[in-house]
């Protein structure tokens, strides 16, 4: 059975549209990431598959049960992370987990042993109020408080963000170990550094899909050549490459511009051409990344 | 039960770690009725009088001093002449002047007629009215006192007496305002803020996406507010028994239970209010706007309801404030039992079911 499954959803705030046409489905034990810049629908599809908005049309099931009807028993088995840090800041670490335990019928030290590897990280500070907790704990502390009762399925709305580097990369660590233990899991975040790490990725945009691929294979299917372009004078570079005809796109990357041209591989030596007044001019191929897909579908869905 | 209880507790936890909720919930109440009880008043005492006496002989000077021993008046100026009168008043000091014209006993033995003035600043008609019937009822006094056992051949013989409030107590009317006034504010206002702070914080969401049901996060959240609502009732019961003397003549059992049923009703209101709000400000506006002005004004408390007119007096009767105050009166200074107040209390009862039933309708399992 498929723990999640997602057919046609549309759902519109006034005349917003949040979510259109959106159809995917979450293997069991699977990591779906659900990728998109601020306001593209992820929430509003995290709300809809924890029932806590109706989606104006299609439908959706969470392990089996439907969103709209049984949603009683869609609460009582799913672990959910909203957006926005919610767990009470006055209470301390241990008594948001013991409270979150209890109203889920079941006890910390029942299901100690999925929550033991992030909570040996917080623990420490257990008596700490939880408004008093860094951005990378309060977001351990919400996942242990979602992880208690053992869910078969974990909503994780933008976990990372607002999390500093170091905390990121454990928090996914320990996604990675949840799957292992066989939870399936969806996951959204802005940062498509963390694409690579999922199964599956859904690239979402203005509340449209793009792709749904692994990470290799949206990868993979972006098959321009692409070059890595830097030089001293980084914002001139930048004007020139866009002025440049052949240019069909051209994105800041870290310290390089990614370039993509309209004439494919038989363009390079042109451009080696035109980009010699550079001074410091380094140039070579690299291969596309997530980021590279997602500007590059969604400049395709602007057009 | 076990959830129950762990959101009860948790709950707690919220109330006692936020010192403003505290200050609210216990220290307003004492407060307040401290504050009514003592300052807002009607009662008129050491009002400060001035005392021209021409006359200065011994009958004068007794007048005088009757008046001054009297509580109500606190003789501060001894004037010289006529003149000084408007000077006086205009100082603002003065409430009350009081002119004895030569010969006092002289004239009142022999001519059997003794003329005095009583001036009073009448800005405020309300405490001129009342300190002119002070003064007039002391210098009656005195006349009878002076005439001894002088008899006239006819008579009406007036026997005033001030049933249920015998010394005139400002303070029994003010006391079950006050009550209902404070118990209306905490559990409408306290409830309304605590669920809408849920809202606010994203929590609720979480709470919804679990296995508790509506009303029990309604109920968890309220059965602490009731406990401590009606810990609050009995420390301003308490307050208006030994400190300001109310007395409790009808059954405490009774009075307690009418205590409770109030709490319900006004709790029962904060959940509506919480139904249909979604920020804390929202929710205390309208439990501040919508719940404390009609309260001090439309349910009898201040102004009596009978000199308003009718469309006010009819409104008055959806303030669960106005049913409770006539509860109080009557258990507390008439001593009736429940046959007596059955009416009031059925009409708070049938709110308390009302906006209970409304709450529940109009209470989001989701978040739009």
Same mark, same amino acid.
């Given at each position: 059975?498929?723990?999640?499954?997602?057919?046609?959803?549309?759902?519109?705030?006034?005349?917003?549209?949040?979510?259109?046409?959106?159809?995917?489905?979450?293997?069991?034990?699977?990591?779906?990431?659900?990728?998109?810049?601020?306001?593209?629908?992820?929430?509003?599809?995290?709300?809809?598959?924890?029932?806590?908005?109706?989606?104006?049309?299609?439908?959706?099931?969470?392990?089996?049960?439907?969103?709209?009807?049984?949603?009683?028993?869609?609460?009582?088995?799913?672990?959910?992370?909203?957006?926005?840090?919610?767990?009470?800041?006055?209470?301390?670490?241990?008594?948001?987990?013991?409270?979150?335990?209890?109203?889920?019928?079941?006890?910390?030290?029942?299901?100690?042993?999925?929550?033991?590897?992030? /909570?040996?990280?917080?623990?420490?500070?257990?008596?700490?109020?939880?408004?008093?907790?860094?951005?990378?704990?309060?977001?351990?502390?919400?996942?242990?408080?979602?992880?208690?009762?053992?869910?078969?399925?974990?909503?994780?709305?933008?976990?990372?963000?607002?999390?500093?580097?170091?905390?990121?990369?454990?928090?996914?660590?320990?996604?990675?170990?949840?799957?292992?233990?066989?939870?399936?899991?969806?996951?959204?975040?802005?940062?498509?550094?963390?694409?690579?790490?999922?199964?599956?990725?859904?690239?979402?945009?203005?509340?449209?899909?793009?792709?749904?691929?692994?990470?290799?294979?949206?990868?993979?299917?972006?098959?321009?050549?692409?070059?890595?372009?830097?030089?001293?004078?980084?914002?001139?570079?930048?004007?020139?490459?866009?002025? /440049?005809?052949?240019?069909?796109?051209?994105?800041?990357?870290?310290?390089?511009?990614?370039?993509?041209?309209?004439?494919?591989?038989?363009?390079?030596?042109?451009?080696?051409? /035109?980009?010699?007044?550079?001074?410091?001019?380094?140039?070579?191929?690299?291969?596309?990344?997530?980021?590279?897909?997602?500007?590059?579908?969604?400049?395709?869905?602007?057009? | 039960?076990?959830?129950?209880?762990?959101?009860?507790?948790?709950?707690?936890?919220?109330?006692?770690?936020?010192?403003?909720?505290?200050?609210?919930?216990?220290?307003?109440?004492?407060?307040?009725?401290?504050?009514?009880?003592?300052?807002?008043?009607?009662?008129?005492?050491?009002?400060?009088?001035?005392?021209?006496? !021409?006359?200065?002989?011994?009958?004068?000077?007794?007048?005088?001093?009757?008046?001054?021993?009297?509580?109500?008046?606190?003789?501060?100026?001894?004037?010289?002449?006529?003149?000084?009168?408007?000077?006086?008043?205009?100082?603002?000091?003065?409430?009350?002047?009081?002119?004895?014209?030569?010969?006092?006993?002289?004239?009142?033995?022999?001519?059997?007629?003794?003329?005095?003035?009583?001036?009073?600043?009448?800005?405020?008609?309300?405490?001129?009215?009342?300190?002119?019937?002070?003064?007039?009822?002391?210098?009656?006094?005195?006349? !009878?006192?002076?005439?001894?056992?002088?008899?006239?051949?006819?008579?009406?013989?007036?026997?005033?007496?001030?049933?249920?409030?015998?010394?005139?107590?400002?303070?029994?009317?003010?006391?079950?305002?006050?009550?209902?006034?404070?118990?209306?504010?905490?559990?409408?206002?306290?409830?309304?803020?605590?669920?809408?702070?849920?809202?606010?914080?994203?929590?609720?969401?979480?709470?919804?996406?679990?296995?508790?049901?509506?009303?029990?996060?309604?109920?968890?959240?309220?059965?602490?507010?009731?406990?401590?609502?009606?810990?609050?009732?009995?420390?301003?019961?308490?307050?208006?028994?030994?400190?300001?003397?109310?007395?409790?003549?009808?059954?405490?059992?009774?009075?307690?239970?009418?205590?409770?049923?109030?709490?319900?009703?006004?709790?029962?209101?904060?959940?509506?209010?919480?139904?249909?709000?979604?920020?804390?400000?929202?929710?205390?506006?309208?439990?501040?706007?919508?719940?404390?002005?009609?309260?001090?004004?439309?349910?009898?408390?201040?102004?009596?309801?009978?000199?308003?007119?009718?469309?006010?007096?009819?409104?008055?009767?959806?303030?669960?404030?106005?049913?409770?105050?006539?509860?109080?009166?009557?258990?507390?200074?008439?001593?009736?039992?429940?046959?007596?107040?059955?009416?009031?209390?059925?009409?708070?009862?049938?709110?308390?079911?009302?906006?209970?039933?409304?709450?529940?309708?109009?209470?989001?399992?989701?978040?739009?």
């Amino acid at each position: 059975m498929q723990p999640i499954i997602i057919n046609n959803i549309d759902k519109k705030f006034g005349d917003v549209k949040a979510l259109n046409n959106v159809s995917f489905s979450v293997e069991e034990g699977e990591l779906f990431g659900l990728i998109g810049p601020d306001g593209a629908g992820k929430s509003t599809l995290f709300r809809i598959l924890t029932t806590l908005l109706l989606a104006d049309k299609g439908s959706a099931s969470v392990m089996g049960m439907d969103v709209v009807k049984d949603y009683k028993k869609i609460r009582r088995s799913v672990g959910y992370m909203p957006g926005r840090f919610s767990l009470y800041q006055d209470l301390s670490i241990e008594e948001n987990l013991r409270f979150f335990a209890t109203i889920f019928n079941t006890t910390v030290e029942q299901n100690y042993d999925l929550i033991k590897d992030i /909570y040996v990280q917080i623990e420490p500070f257990k008596k700490r109020p939880a408004g008093k907790l860094s951005g990378g704990m309060k977001q351990k502390l919400a996942l242990c408080c979602a992880l208690v009762h053992k869910p078969s399925v974990l909503f994780l709305d933008e976990p990372t963000t607002g999390v500093d580097p170091v905390s990121r990369k454990e928090f996914w660590e320990m996604l990675q170990r949840l799957r292992e233990k066989g939870i399936a899991i969806l996951v959204s975040t802005p940062y498509m550094d963390e694409a690579v790490l999922c199964d599956r990725v859904a690239l979402i945009q203005k509340g449209e899909l793009m792709d749904i691929n692994t990470p290799e294979g949206i990868v993979r299917r972006f098959a321009q050549p692409m070059w890595a372009v830097g030089a001293g004078d980084r914002y001139r570079l930048m004007q020139d490459l866009r002025s /440049y005809e052949d240019t069909a796109s051209c994105y800041a990357f870290g310290e390089y511009l990614h370039v993509t041209l309209k004439s494919g591989g038989a363009g390079e030596d042109a451009l080696c051409q /035109y980009l010699s007044p550079h001074q410091d001019l380094t140039m070579f191929r690299t291969s596309a990344g997530i980021e590279d897909c997602f500007m590059y579908l969604m400049q395709e869905q602007n057009q | 039960m076990l959830q129950f209880l762990a959101f009860i507790k948790k709950e707690f936890y919220h109330i006692f770690r936020d010192r403003r909720t505290l200050l609210i919930l216990f220290g307003m109440p004492v407060i307040q009725i401290i504050l009514f009880g003592y300052a807002i008043t009607n009662e008129i005492r050491n009002a400060e009088i001035a005392v021209l006496d !021409q006359s200065n002989d011994y009958y004068s000077s007794r007048l005088v001093q009757k008046i001054g021993a009297s509580g109500y008046f606190k003789i501060t100026t001894a004037l010289q002449s006529e003149k000084e009168i408007t000077e006086a008043f205009r100082a603002g000091h003065i409430k009350v002047a009081l002119v004895i014209p030569k010969n006092f006993g002289y004239n009142f033995y022999h001519n059997h007629k003794a003329p005095v003035q009583l001036i009073t600043d009448a800005s405020d008609p309300n405490s001129a009215t009342t300190l002119l019937n002070y003064a007039t009822a002391i210098v009656g006094n005195y006349q !009878q006192e002076m005439s001894g056992q002088l008899k006239l051949p006819l008579t009406i013989d007036v026997h005033p007496r001030m049933q249920y409030n015998p010394a005139l107590k400002g303070v029994f009317m003010f006391v079950p305002g006050v009550m209902t006034l404070i118990l209306m504010l905490v559990s409408a206002m306290m409830t309304s803020i605590t669920i809408t702070r849920e809202k606010e914080t994203g929590t609720m969401e979480i709470l919804l996406v679990s296995p508790l049901s509506p009303g029990m996060i309604i109920v968890g959240k309220v059965v602490p507010y009731i406990i401590l609502s009606f810990i609050n009732a009995l420390v301003i019961l308490s307050l208006g028994v030994f400190l300001f003397g109310m007395p409790v003549k009808g059954s405490l059992l009774l009075l307690l239970m009418e205590c409770g049923l109030f709490v319900l009703t006004a709790l029962s209101l904060g959940i509506l209010i919480s139904t249909i709000t979604a920020s804390q400000q929202a929710a205390m506006m309208i439990s501040m706007v919508g719940l404390l002005m009609p309260t001090v004004l439309l349910s009898g408390f201040v102004f009596p309801l009978e000199s308003m007119p009718l469309p006010l007096q009819m409104f008055a009767n959806i303030l669960p404030a106005k049913w409770f105050i006539i509860i109080l009166k009557d258990v507390m200074l008439k001593g009736s039992g429940l046959l007596a107040v059955w009416k009031p209390t059925a009409v708070l009862l049938g709110m308390t079911v009302f906006f209970i039933a409304l709450s529940v309708r109009n209470f989001k399992t989701r978040l739009s």
